[in-house]
């Protein structure tokens, strides 16, 4: 295969650790729902669709706790923060990217009883004629005890832990187009990281795949590191964190100068291989 190199300077900014997940908690439980304790599954559907076409996919919530849990479910937007974090509030309404339309959810609002599981189903109706192209909605479930006076609860803000199920909707295979804007470190703490900055300026949703390696000043290689596996969303822009120390499991590095060598694959015909440095002080 061949690669697209790039070197791109050291960055020796330090920034706060950001965790890279695929499902926000968006609001921890207040003290009046310090009971609910809901496992939903899965939290990410990968869909491919194509236009005019129709699917119909169900999502589990098991109660683990120990009283009755009310559950709402409703269709919502979202978007992907540059570390990667989902966003809710404020995501684009009906973007070019949304699928939120297509979809219808059942039921939207349930009790669930304890060590009982409920259901979800969304059916999906891809319209005909739409572009290729990589689409996404999600279901938000809010959480409260089922417990109390329903007037009462008119009153009060009850639901107040959400969890989001992200879901994909692949049209068709447009082509692939993106490179790679920054090479960075950063250290946080015990952490030190290597930091890409990519931009997808396709029509196209792609989960990264590579290898991270750093070589001494023999040009020995001292580690190897998988790149993690991460959405990179339709014409956006994304930090991907690889983490070369990380307590037990990447432990600190003798100290010196160690050259990056990275080697990122987003389904374009090269490899995206770009090249820094990592200084670690004595």
């Keep these: 295969m061949e690669l697209r190199r790039r070197h791109l300077h050291p960055d020796s900014r330090f920034h706060a650790e950001r965790a890279l997940i695929a499902a926000l908690l968006l609001l921890g439980a207040a003290p009046a729902a310090a009971q609910v304790s809901v496992e939903v599954s899965p ?19 098991s109660n683990a706790g120990s009283e009755p ?55 999906l109706a891809v319209p005909a004629g739409i572009e290729p192209g990589g689409y996404r909605t999600g279901v938000l479930f809010e ?19 959400r969890i989001a199920s992200l879901i994909y909707v692949n049209i068709g295979q447009p082509p692939m187009s993106g490179e790679l804007v920054d090479l ?20 196209r949703t792609v989960r990264t795949k590579g290898t991270l390696t750093l070589y001494d000043k023999e040009g020995k290689p001292v580690r190897e590191l998988p790149v ?36 990122i694959d987003v389904g374009l015909p090269a490899l995206i291989v770009g090249e820094t440095t990592l200084k670690v002080a004595r």
């Design 228 to 263: 993690p596996d991460v959405p990179l969303l339709p014409e956006s822009e994304r930090e991907v964190a690889i983490s070369v120390v990380d307590g037990e499991k990447n432990p600190a590095l003798p100290a010196g100068e160690y050259r990056v060598e990275l080697k």
């Design 184 to 203: 960075s470190t950063r250290t946080a703490g015990t952490q030190t990281q290597v930091v890409a900055t990519l931009k997808n300026t396709s029509r």
């Design 143 to 161: 959480f409260a005890p089922a417990t109390g006076d329903p007037v009462a609860r008119a009153r009060e803000v009850m639901f107040k832990s």
């Design 69 to 123: 849990v009310r559950v709402r479910a409703a269709l919502t937007d979202w978007e992907l923060s540059k570390d990667g974090a989902p966003q809710f509030e404020g995501a684009v309404v009906d973007g070019p990217f949304s699928a939120t339309k297509w979809v219808r959810i059942a039921p939207p609002e349930q009790i669930i009883e304890p060590g009982k599981q409920g259901t979800v189903r969304f059916s």
């Design 43 to 61: 939290l990410r559907l990968e869909l491919t669709a194509g236009p005019g076409s129709t699917t119909t996919q169900a999502i589990t919530l």
